[in-house]
């Protein structure tokens, strides 16, 4: 028997920044190719601590919603599973390499394979596109088009940035959009001044992260210019200093993303069958898979 853990944050202050967790889970329970499937938290229950020891599977996939390797995935997640012999350099990563990393969990008599984070997968550059085509609702869009990857961007955790620039050059290779730029909040270049780095009319802002919440709602918006009062919603597109800024929310609310938690255990040795096939089929054009409602909207 074989288990997948989906690793998420949670949120005691926000009811739905578990919801993106929940809705990738479901989507992989639906293909059949683990015996089990469990979310885990930090801040909600069930707790990180508790999961493996509700398992009867003897082999065990975790992967971190997270998007960037750090304090979480390196310390807290193998900390609270309780991961004999674990230690960062196992992953032997520059901070974007991170795969997995077989251990035993003795006390309950698993393997455990510990994974990188979705948001370092390769395979999370084709959940930022598709991010772009749901919010324009154009399956084709790039021509004529500028692209933001927004992070967080903190000095405290330089692969929080890494993250983001390596998932930005992969999509400049492909010469799909006329210009990709990484914009960050902490750190320069600064997402509230999108519109100074881009010549495109038209610019897609998808911001690398795993839920919707303050940054994304309320943080972001108000920086760039969309609304003067994030509780009033705003249009998309919104026209800001001759631009139209269609802004996408959280990357992670992409029903794709289910596809990155599949990728990411294939890679540590699950067996799948066809489970990536079934999840891309059912994921292609979805927009905002994991989420209840729509894109915010002026009056919303």
Not at 104 to 133: F, L, S
Request: proline share 5%.
């Amino acid at each position: 028997m074989q288990a997948l853990v989906v690793a998420a944050h949670g949120s005691h202050l926000n009811p739905d920044a578990s919801d993106p967790t929940y809705a990738h889970a479901d989507t992989v329970r639906e293909t059949g190719a683990f015996d089990e499937v469990r979310e885990a938290f930090w801040k909600e229950e069930p707790h990180f601590r508790d999961v493996i020891r509700t398992l009867e599977s003897d082999e065990v996939f975790v992967v971190p919603l997270f998007i960037s390797e750090g304090y979480f995935t390196e310390q807290v997640i193998p900390r609270e599973l309780r991961l004999e012999d674990w230690d960062p350099e196992k992953w032997d990563s520059d901070g974007t390499e991170a795969s997995q990393v077989t251990l035993e969990a003795t006390d309950v008599g698993k393997t455990v394979h510990y994974c990188g984070p979705v948001g370092t997968h390769d395979a999370m550059t084709d959940v930022i596109v598709q991010r772009a085509e749901s919010v324009t609702d154009d399956p084709d869009v790039g021509d004529g088009v500028g692209l933001a990857v927004v992070g967080h961007g903190t000095e405290r955790n330089e692969n929080s940035a890494k993250a983001i620039e390596y998932h930005t050059d992969r999509i400049r290779e492909r010469e799909r959009f006329d210009e990709v730029k990484a914009l960050f909040m902490d750190e320069e270049p600064e997402v509230d001044d999108v519109t100074d780095f881009f010549e495109s009319d038209d610019i897609v802002v998808v911001p690398l992260f795993v839920a919707d919440g303050y940054h994304t709602q309320e943080d972001i918006p108000e920086d760039m210019g969309l609304t003067e009062d994030y509780r009033l919603g705003w249009d998309v597109p919104t026209e800001v200093d001759g631009h139209r800024i269609w802004y996408a929310g959280a990357v992670g609310t992409e029903g794709l993303m289910a596809d990155v938690l599949l990728e990411r255990a294939a890679d540590a040795g699950a067996e799948l069958g066809d489970a990536v096939k079934r999840v891309r089929a059912m994921t292609a054009g979805s927009n905002d898979a994991a989420t209840d409602g729509p894109e915010p909207k002026a009056g919303n």
